[in-house]
């Protein structure tokens, strides 16, 4: 894009104006590079959601934006439903609560090398993952409402789970107002076989060292130390969230009309908060996150099994676990006063700072682990989130390094076993049933994460804590 | 397969690209052609493996405009694929009014000829467009979330 586009308010805030059907200004974070490498579909997706009826402050987008369907991948904007908000299926996307969680598995970079090629083999053999494959669970009608209505603290009770992890989890691992009703048979059928697989696309298992401490002081009390061994893994809702989203984009943009909204975009399809269709949608998503909870504490499970074997004693204890693709209602400060607003994410982390009273006891004082997914050559992060995020966009922050071509482009550039070739010899061990989704993953088709964190922290989103580095990757 | 070789057919399909996720468009004398090719590109998204055609899936859906009917139509092949865990090597589409009838066969998934490459979530309103151009032909696209 075209940096003279926008009116540069300081070094990593850049503003398109109010112009035309837009309500609010929109607000990109990013650096100038980074806003001159971002597709011009990011500016008009962003735009677009400042039209929508009852937005407020401003549509905002992260630094690592890029053209999505609707919104633009790394959205945040927050709606009022006292001043005819609407939440939109489109504004949370087909994967409902996609998200991350990290676990500490109390080893260092030294106690896995010598069994690194087998520990991926077995977790590659363990951790269901890409199309065609099924999750050793079977899920009949009572145990699907039950696991919709109460997540991860669903699998804890059925033993797939610890219960010190649902401190760690947004929601204490349970999304209150879930509403399995409102949630259709098709999409339960979709789910039936599912709970605890991984999908395909940019969902991983990955086996990451510490590379590098930013942050002594907050890395020490999220207990990370430089060449420790941590576990991260990035999924959500898996099928069940794919049909509620399919359901809900298709009942939305049929009935928008009829709630007099005026859609710049099909894909931006939302129905008002106090509507029977947006409270119908409302239940049916938070089901769906519970459903993303439920799904990540099953393979947390089923990663520490697998470690078990290699390691007897390690428990791998969860650092966090949160989601990027949601729509959550949150008080918050707007103009001197509080509000309650619905406050969609889609490819956005919340990330609340010191102090804020959500946070378990135990991170309070030092902010939220924000988790960032790189690319499975360049690495990832760990944030925390900062007290200004608040002030600039609703307590969000980044959520990866952003797509920087297309899976076609990716797909003409690189061979799928080149890759998995080229990182083996750097240290780092692909495994996936398909070397053409490797192809499409490729660590060039990303943007540079390092370049979106440093933007992320100096325009007061979330503050870098640690780096890592993967050792193994298990794609889908 | 290129633009230019679909260009110069009256029946095919294509991917087009999407920053984040992928394109299909489907070409045809008809617009059931045209849905019929636009399924085609979306098996093309999971595999090039061969797909055997040994099992059939009858669908029906119906949606207010061509549009919406051409994304239900995939999001339809979607859930069977999610579902049967099958994969779909050839479609039959008829089409009356804002109803739409569908044959679909293929063959249960096979993830070591099949290699899937990924796993479509949903067909998206970005970039939808179902039309006839100015010679009479057909084309129905929109982008796949994967």
Same mark, same amino acid.
């Given at each position: 894009m075209d940096p003279a586009r926008f009116t540069r308010v300081d070094e990593t805030a850049w503003r398109i104006e109010?112009? +035309?059907?837009?309500?609010v200004p929109a607000i990109i974070y990013a650096d100038e590079q980074l806003i001159r490498d971002m597709d011009d579909k990011v500016y008009v997706q962003a735009a677009n959601v400042a039209m929508?009826? +009852?937005?407020?402050?401003a549509s905002y987008a992260m630094p690592d934006a890029h053209w999505g369907y609707?919104?633009?991948?790394g959205g945040v904007a927050a709606f009022d439903p006292e001043q005819g908000g609407v939440v939109s299926a489109g504004g949370v +996307?087909? @994967?409902?609560?996609c998200g991350v969680r990290t676990m500490l598995t109390g080893l260092k970079v030294a106690d896995l090398l010598p069994v690194q090629r087998s520990l991926a083999e077995s977790l590659f053999h363990q951790i269901p993952a890409g199309l065609g494959s099924t999750g050793a669970i079977n899920l009949d009608a009572i145990d699907m409402d039950a696991m919709l209505k109460g997540g991860a603290r669903w699998a804890v009770q059925r033993g797939?789970?610890?219960? %010190? @992890?649902l401190d760690r989890i947004e929601e204490s691992g349970e999304m209150a107002g *879930?509403?399995?009703?409102?949630?259709s048979d098709k999409a339960k059928e979709r789910q039936r076989r599912e709970m605890g697989t991984l999908g395909s696309g940019n969902h991983y298992l990955e086996v990451q060292a510490?590379?590098?401490?930013?942050?002594e002081a907050v890395a020490k009390r999220y207990g990370l130390a430089a060449d420790d061994v941590v576990v991260t893994i990035h999924c959500g809702s898996r099928g069940l969230g794919h049909q509620i989203g399919t359901e809900f984009l298709r009942d939305m943009a049929i009935t928008a009309k009829d709630h007099g909204i005026v859609l710049?975009?099909?894909?931006l399809a939302c129905a008002p908060i106090k509507s029977e269709v947006g409270q119908q949608y409302l239940g049916a998503m938070r089901a769906a996150i519970n459903c993303a909870l439920a799904n990540r504490e099953i393979l947390g499970h089923f990663a520490r099994r697998v470690f078990q074997h290699f390691f007897?004693?390690?428990?791998?204890?969860?650092?966090f676990d949160v989601s990027h693709n949601t729509c959550k209602v949150e008080p918050h400060t707007v103009e001197g006063n509080r509000r309650e607003l619905f406050v969609h994410r889609k490819g956005a982390t919340r990330a609340f700072g010191p102090g %804020?009273?959500?946070?378990?006891a135990t991170l309070r004082d030092v902010g939220q682990p924000v988790l960032i997914g790189g690319s499975m050559g360049t690495g990832s992060y760990i944030l925390s989130g900062a007290a200004s995020s608040e002030d600039k966009a609703f307590s969000s922050a980044c959520h990866g390094a952003?797509? *920087?071509?297309?899976r076609h482009a990716a797909l003409r550039q690189w061979s799928g076993r080149q890759i998995q070739d080229d990182l083996a010899a750097r240290g780092i061990l692909i495994r996936s049933p398909s070397t053409r989704g490797i192809a499409e993953e *490729?660590? +060039?088709?990303?943007?540079d994460v390092n370049a979106v964190v440093q933007a992320a922290e100096a325009a007061g989103l979330a503050s870098r804590v640690a780096r890592l580095r993967p050792l193994i990757c298990i794609k889908g | 397969m290129s633009a230019a070789a679909v260009s110069a057919q009256r029946t095919g399909w294509e991917h087009f690209p999407h920053e984040a996720d992928v394109g299909v468009r489907g070409f045809g004398a008809t617009i059931e052609e045209a849905f019929q090719q636009g399924a085609l590109a979306l098996t093309a998204i999971v595999t090039t493996a061969k797909v055997e055609e040994s099992m059939s899936v009858q669908v029906k859906c119906q949606a207010p405009d061509p549009e919406l009917l051409f994304a239900e139509w995939l999001n339809l092949i979607i859930y069977e694929m999610a579902v049967r865990k099958m994969l779909f090597s050839r479609f039959s589409v008829r089409i009356h009014g804002n109803h739409l009838t569908g044959t679909m066969w293929g063959e249960p998934i096979d993830v070591a000829r099949h290699a899937p490459a990924c796993e479509p979530k949903g067909a998206t309103y970005t970039a939808l467009k179902v039309a006839a151009d100015a010679d009479g032909r057909w084309s129905a696209a929109c982008i796949v979330d994967v």
């Open positions: 109010p112009e +035309g059907a837009m309500r929508l009826p +009852g937005i407020v402050q609707g919104f633009p991948i +996307g087909f @994967d409902i609560s797939w789970g610890e219960p %010190h @992890d *879930a509403r399995p009703n409102c949630v510490v590379a590098e401490i930013l942050d710049p975009d099909r894909e007897p004693g390690q428990t791998l204890d969860l650092l %804020h009273p959500s946070l378990p952003g797509r *920087a071509m297309s *490729a660590p +060039g088709a990303y943007k | -």
